[in-house]
């Protein structure tokens, strides 16, 4: 048997290290507006050197501070050269797992210069390694948070997930979406009858009698969950006016039941829950502002404009720097005014990065989706993140992280933006790409309308999306039809058999 020995190599090699700073930058990109104002705040606190700086902004649309005169930034519907010095910084921070994204970040002692951040604006999730204090805090869950969560599961095809986001950012603290449908319909470019469609969906959503736009079809959805909505309770339900009345006999005579029965149906409508969305936290104090701009010029081009209102507008105070370090006496009193001012001058170049990042990424958005902006959301077009990031020249992870709890406001609405996201099926005529939830929501389709005769096979269902101009191979329909937990054609067959 060979004896131990200890032996000492040298290598060299390369990693990665995640200094805190690195860390700061990450979390800056995916936070929300309001948790970015929080945590800001939270650093005013700690930082003696980080002061609010509350000059007024005159300008109403992102200007590019560069050589020369400041410009304002119009992104025109097929123009390439729109954005193309927007993130022109090459100490790029907003990181992402690629190296080629974090080569030139700057370590602390490079950015102990003075910093002044004052952003000129008007105008798919982080990995989970990235620790985020403000994600990680505990906090119930909104409505509109679980309601999200439920659309993302619901529905298949990208317009219509698009449509009940809308519906679902329309719904009060009560849980009703009291917005008329036709100027809704007319918004976002779509038939009324696809509206309904959607928003019939959203009503099956937890909690029971949600999304419902008046009391009677909240009490009516609840009713129906109960399997209790027969026609004597329908006519109760269209007589509500009556029963504030007290007006028991002309609604025994409605209702066709005695004292007995109509008692009994009054009861049970008192034991239901007129207003569902109470039993979630209120989203009042964490209302949805928009992230970014986007309307349309004279000229027919989409201008991006950062959010000015919502960026916190923040700088190091250099003079008291200086001051302090004039008179420090102690390496410990030294050590904290030089982290300080490291820790403060980071955080400006963090800020900055970040409406940089977010305003490129919105704006190959908006070069993506223009159709969208113009005509509707039936226009809404296959996109994903590696398309995006390559067109800006960014990683996927980086553009995941922008796209978290974001906004954009535009003339059809405000959206989230990870809703302008859906992977795509190419087209068997060379046209344009079918996206993938699309193409699940279409197999499903054609399997509701099977008959015991008619039963599709996988090679069938391959050759009907051929037919529909979707290239796609048998195996992927195999994959899709079993996410959508839908049994094989043979079992399927035996029980559309058994039910007939």
Request: with cysteine.
């Amino acid at each position: 048997m060979a004896g131990l020995m200890q032996k000492l190599d040298m290598r060299q090699g390369q990693s990665l290290v995640m200094t805190p700073q690195l860390q700061q930058a990450i979390k800056l990109l995916q936070l929300s507006n309001i948790e970015l104002a929080e945590f800001v705040e939270g650093e005013l606190e700690r930082n003696p050197l980080l002061e609010r700086d509350e000059g007024e902004q005159s300008s109403e649309s992102l200007r590019e501070e560069g050589e020369g005169e400041p410009r304002e930034l119009e992104l025109a519907n097929t123009s390439a050269e729109a954005n193309d010095s927007i993130d022109a910084d090459s100490d790029v921070i907003h990181g992402d797992d690629s190296k080629s994204d974090l080569a030139g970040v700057a370590g602390p002692a490079d950015a102990v210069g003075a910093g002044h951040y004052s952003p000129t604006g008007g105008g798919g999730g982080a990995s989970g390694e990235d620790y985020d204090a403000i994600a990680n805090s505990s906090r119930e869950m909104s409505l509109s948070e679980h309601l999200h969560a439920q659309l993302a599961t619901a529905l298949a095809d990208p317009v219509d997930k698009l449509i009940g986001a809308h519906l679902i950012d329309l719904a009060d603290d009560d849980g009703y979406m009291r917005a008329d449908l036709d100027e809704i319909a007319q918004q976002l470019g779509v038939e009324r009858a696809r509206i309904e469609a959607v928003l019939a969906t959203t009503q099956e959503f937890d909690p029971v009698g949600v999304m419902a736009r008046d009391l009677t079809e909240c009490l009516a959805l609840q009713l129906k969950d109960k399997n209790r909505l027969d026609p004597a309770m329908a006519a109760l339900l269209d007589n509500l006016d009556r029963l504030a009345k007290h007006d028991y006999g002309a609604l025994r005579s409605l209702c066709g039941v005695d004292d007995e029965d109509l008692n009994d149906m009054v009861a049970e409508l008192r034991d239901l829950t007129p207003k569902p969305g109470l039993a979630f936290t209120s989203d009042t104090t964490r209302a949805v502002e928009p992230d970014v701009f986007i309307r349309q010029s004279p000229d027919g081009s989409w201008q991006v404009e950062l959010n000015s209102d919502t960026l916190p507008r923040v700088l190091v105070n250099n003079r008291y720097y200086n001051e302090i370090t004039a008179v420090a006496r102690s390496e410990a009193d030294k050590t904290f005014i030089t982290e300080c001012s490291q820790n403060a001058s980071w955080l400006v170049k963090s800020l900055d990065q970040r409406a940089r990042t977010i305003l490129k990424v919105a704006s190959e958005i908006v070069r993506q989706q223009d159709m969208f902006l113009a005509h509707g959301v039936a226009y809404l077009r296959p996109l994903n993140l590696k398309t995006v990031a390559d067109a800006i020249d960014m990683h996927e992870s980086t553009v995941s992280r922008v796209t978290s709890n974001k906004y954009v406001a535009t003339p059809r609405g405000m959206f989230e933006m990870k809703y302008f996201f859906t992977s795509a099926i190419p087209s068997a005529a060379g046209g344009d790409a079918h996206s993938a939830e699309a193409v699940r929501f279409r197999i499903k389709t054609m399997i509701n309308q099977e008959t015991a005769g008619d039963v599709l096979s996988d090679d069938k269902l391959v050759e009907h999306l051929r037919d529909e101009g979707i290239e796609i191979a048998r195996r992927t329909v195999a994959k899709y039809r079993e996410a959508l937990n839908i049994p094989s054609s043979v079992q399927r067959r035996r029980i559309l058999k058994r039910a007939g």
